[in-house]
Every structure is written in C-alpha cells, then in structure tokens.
C-alpha cells in the first residue's frame, strides 16, 4: 500500500470510527457503556495507528455530538436511546429489529475496519523498518551490514545449488580532495551520484552497497570473472563519462579505481576471503594510476 493509499485509507477509516460513535450514542443513548466503549475503543485505536491530531478532532467532533444530543433529550426534542426503550407494540418491534440489526453491522463493520487498518498499518511500519535497516541512509544503497549477510547466505548454500559469484569493490579516486575544496554536502551528493550511476549499470539481479566511506561493493551472482570484469568495465566509463554537475562551479568529474575477484560454484570461499582479494585488486588500480580494473590474480 502507497502513502497516498495509506493516508485516504486511514482518513476514512478516522470518519467511520467517528460516525460509529455517533450512531452508538443514538441508538444506546449517550450516557451507556456501550457508547463509552466505542469512544474510548476508537480512541485508543485511532492513538495506536493515526495521526494524533486526526484523532483529536474526530473525538472532538464525536463529543460535541454527544453534547448536542444530550441537549436535546433534556428538551424532550429527541428519544432516550430508542433501540433500548421498552416495546409495547408491532411497528416498535420492527423498528427495534432493524435498529438492532442496523448497530448489529455498524459494530462489525467497525471491528472488520479496525482489524484491517491495524494489519495494514503494520505490514506497512514492519516493510518501511526493516528497509531502512538494510540500506544506507545517504545514497540508498545496501549497507555493509547487508551486503555481507547476503554474500555469506549465497557462499554458504549447497554446492548442487549454488551458482558462480563474483564481487566487485571500487573506491571513489581522489575523494578527500572533494570535501576539502567542495565541503562534505557536496561529497554527500557526490556518493549518491555515484551510486545512482553504478546501479543504473548494474544487473536486475546484482546487489549494490556502500561498503564503507566512499568504496562500494558489487555482489553479481552467476556471473564469471571474466562477466564481472565487464561489468566493471562498464561502470568505470559510466562514471568516468558522466560529470556530477554543481551549480555555479564546473562539473565534476569522478572517477573510481575497480577491484574484481569471483568464486566458482564448486569453491569453498567465505565471504571475508573473496571480498579480500576483490580489495587487494582494487589497491592493484590505484598503485597502477586509479580509474581502471584489476582482475585478482589468484595464486596456482
């Protein structure tokens, strides 16, 4: 459910807890328990999953009602809880039927309401947490925390099931001289440029994540070394060709010193060895003039 969604869902679920006050206090009367219920019920419901100023009016609004209500029973303009009031006739007794029949629905197609705006809500707040939980705040990307439990998920499945895996670690070049002379939101922008411009080459099935600082981490499943350093490849012109523009300065051109290490489907690698070599590669780049891939070469 969308935001939107969620928002006309709860503004409408407020409205009907609100008129089923209302309808309890003039079928029960306003001074009963079941009215009393209701009230506090929505309340403390409504407290649970809305917003407390939408809240606040609707139980204002219900009050005032109550009030007006109570007015006029006192006035003898109105009955005192007709759906409670003694039967001595048949046309009563059809008029009690159909207004307990009509309360009878209005309390459950209340609950249902509750029940669901409850679930919804909280599927919804359960979603948004744990995707917080597993992204970085700054560019949106996997943090490292994530990016390393699915690397080891993926290397710890059975052989008969598990696929070839390829890591892929860069490092923005030159990144300090960025926030000395642009400041830090600036280099802020910058990561989230960079993010944006690897995951628009990435794969639908590649994960991409900040790893730390200004390097970032590309998980490509059932992709071979030589598949990985394309993709490298690709991201490195990427960068290289698309300037982060500033306003009132020159654009700036970033670039990125790529490291590139795999494991076969039949290899035992842990998660902590792969992403080693994929670092000792990427420092391969930048001892060799950075904006560039280094495959690691690993020892026969």
């Given at each position: ?20 006050g ?12 079941v ?12 407290l649970?999953?809305?917003?407390a ?24 303009s ?11 006739y ?37 979603a ?20 390393l439990q699915?690397?080891?998920?993926q ?33 802020d ?23 730390g ?12 070394l030589s ?32 490291g590139?290490?795999?494991a ?15 670092d ?8 060799q ?12």
């Amino acid at each position: 459910m969308s935001d939107a969604q969620e928002n006309r869902f709860a503004s409408f679920t407020i409205l009907f807890f609100g008129l089923s006050g209302i309808v309890s206090l003039l079928l029960v009367g306003p001074f009963n328990l079941v009215t009393g219920i209701v009230l506090t019920g929505c309340v403390l419901i409504g407290l649970l999953l809305f917003p407390a100023p939408q809240i606040t009016l609707v139980f204002a609004l219900s009050m005032g009602a109550i009030l007006a209500y109570a007015i006029a029973i006192s006035l003898d303009s109105t009955l005192y809880r007709p759906l409670l009031s003694p039967v001595d006739y048949q046309p009563a007794q059809v008029w009690y039927d159909l207004m307990t029949i009509i309360a009878a629905g209005l309390i459950i197609i209340k609950d249902a309401f509750t029940v669901a705006a409850l679930t919804s809500t909280w599927r919804h707040r359960e979603a948004s947490t744990f995707d917080r939980s597993i992204r970085d705040p700054l560019t949106g990307v996997a943090n490292r925390g994530h990016l390393l439990q699915t690397l080891t998920h993926q290397l710890a499945m059975p052989t008969r099931a598990r696929k070839g895996l390829a890591v892929v670690l860069m490092d923005v070049d030159f990144f300090k001289q960025i926030n000395d002379r642009y400041g830090h939101a600036t280099g802020d922008q910058a990561l989230i440029h960079v993010a944006e411009t690897l995951q628009d080459n990435l794969r639908n099935n590649d994960l991409l994540g900040r790893y730390g600082g200004e390097e970032f981490l590309m998980l490509l499943p059932g992709a071979t070394l030589s598949q990985a350093h394309n993709v490298a490849e690709r991201c490195a012109q990427a960068l290289r060709h698309n300037a982060m523009a500033i306003p009132g300065s020159p654009a700036i051109k970033l670039t990125a010193s790529f490291g590139v290490s795999s494991a076969s489907a039949q290899s035992a690698m842990d998660a902590h060895t792969l992403i080693e070599e994929a670092d000792r590669a990427m420092y391969t780049a930048k001892h060799q003039g950075r904006d560039r891939v280094v495959v690691y070469s690993r020892p026969q």
